[in-house]
């Protein structure tokens, strides 16, 4: 079977520019990567086709070969630009393979640096950073403002973050001429590392800044002002942009991430923008009724009708008297929660007056007089 035209292959015109070949090759690539066409058995002999193409047409004077003789440039050992045997297909197929690695998975990687493309990574971006911060219920319901101390790295003054005594600009790197790589050619595969004279950069300093050893900056604690809003929470994440580590060799700062904890209140409970609170009173105030005062997250207090009967667990609302949510207006509620308490410690004499009390009526539990009907009718279901 003939081999088909290489710009048929990539979908392009004759004339069409470099950037319109790497354009197509990439689309073409992307499409036909075998591992994104596991249902497709022609898919990994298209792929190789694509690179094929691509090999011969990414190079003006490869190109201009193929232009003047079409495939025969490439076969029948005749010379290729560079080299003095013929057209390698094991070694360009691998090289090829590299390149779309680059190309799908680069910018996953960190946008490793590549030739044709301002070589390698001039200068690297600083890490993010994070920071656990804790504060009250009160500060979260109102906001504040808090002063943090944050260990990290920041540009070198003495290079104003060059990296190089004096500010002198560096040098491209001569081991991996730019590319911050290196490869080496095993069998079919091309391995690719990370160049160990520069690091990755593409660039080299002969004179590396005293300071801070060339990377163009040093560790210091910073002091960083940071603002709550009102209506914060557990797990609410506050980023600081460009707050974080600096960039090697005046590369652009990370960020800084404050991840809020807050604290829990011996009064309040908090779901959401709601708060409970549990009251105790007394057997005969909830049984009498009567009022109560209660806390408000704000510092205040508000009072509170308990119904007479009222029963361990009764909720009563107050109506914006919550947390204000994050973003929106409003406050959420707060439910007040009775916990009617047993009295304990009792005296002779108020105990003669419980049982005197209990003596005068059998009628004033209906919760208990309800549980024990069900329960003999348990007993009988199961004589039954």
């Known amino acids: 079977m003939a081999k088909r035209d290489f710009y048929e292959v990539l979908g392009v015109e004759r004339g069409a520019s470099e950037d319109e070949i790497k354009k197509a090759y990439r689309k073409k690539a992307k499409e036909l990567h075998p591992d994104r066409n596991s249902d497709n058995p022609n898919a990994e002999d298209q792929f190789k086709e694509v690179n094929e193409a691509y090999d011969a047409l990414k190079d003006p004077e490869r190109k201009a070969a193929y232009d003047r003789f079409g495939h ?6 005749g010379p290729r630009p560079g080299q003095g045997g013929g057209f390698n297909q094991q070694g360009d197929f691998a090289s090829a393979f590299s390149d779309v690695f680059d190309d799908l998975f680069g910018d996953f990687m960190g946008g490793r640096g590549r030739p044709g ?30 002063t943090i101390n944050v260990p990290t790295s920041v540009q070198c003054d003495t290079c104003d973050g060059s990296g190089a005594e004096g500010g002198a600009e560096p040098t491209t790197c001569p081991t991996c001429s730019g590319m911050g790589k290196v490869r080496a050619q095993q069998g079919f595969f091309t391995v690719e590392r990370t160049c160990p004279t520069c690091g990755g950069l593409g660039q080299h300093i002969k004179n590396p800044c005293k300071s801070c050893g060339g990377q163009g900056r040093v560790e210091k604690d910073r002091s960083l002002s940071v603002n709550i809003p009102a209506g914060v929470e557990t797990g609410t994440r506050i980023r600081l942009s460009g707050e974080g580590e600096a960039g090697l060799r005046g590369g ?13 209140h011996p009064l309040f409970e908090r ?38 009967g009222a029963q361990s667990g009764k909720q009563m609302r107050l109506r914006g008297k919550g947390m204000p949510p994050l973003r929106g207006p409003g406050n959420g509620d707060m439910f007040i929660e009775l916990a009617v308490e047993t009295p304990v410690n009792l005296s002779s004499r108020q105990k003669e007056l419980l049982k005197e009390f209990d003596d005068l009526g059998k ?17 009988d279901g199961m004589k039954g």
């Open 72 to 77: 025969a440039a490439f076969e029948g050992g």
């Open 117 to 146: 493309g301002g070589g390698g990574r001039r200068a690297a971006r600083g890490s993010d950073l994070r920071y656990n911060l804790r504060i009250s219920l009160e500060n979260a319901f109102k906001g504040t403002q808090k």
């Open 252 to 264: 652009p700062a990370g960020d800084l991430y404050i991840f809020i904890e807050v604290e829990p």
């Open 271 to 308: 779901e959401g923008a709601d708060l409970f609170c549990r009251v105790p009173v007394s057997m005969t105030s909830a049984a009498l009724g009567g009022d109560i005062e209660v806390p408000t997250i704000d510092g205040g207090r508000s009072r509170v009708k308990i119904p007479a």
């Open 363 to 379: 009628d004033n539990s209906p919760g208990s007089k309800d549980f024990f009907s069900r329960v003999k009718n348990f007993w």
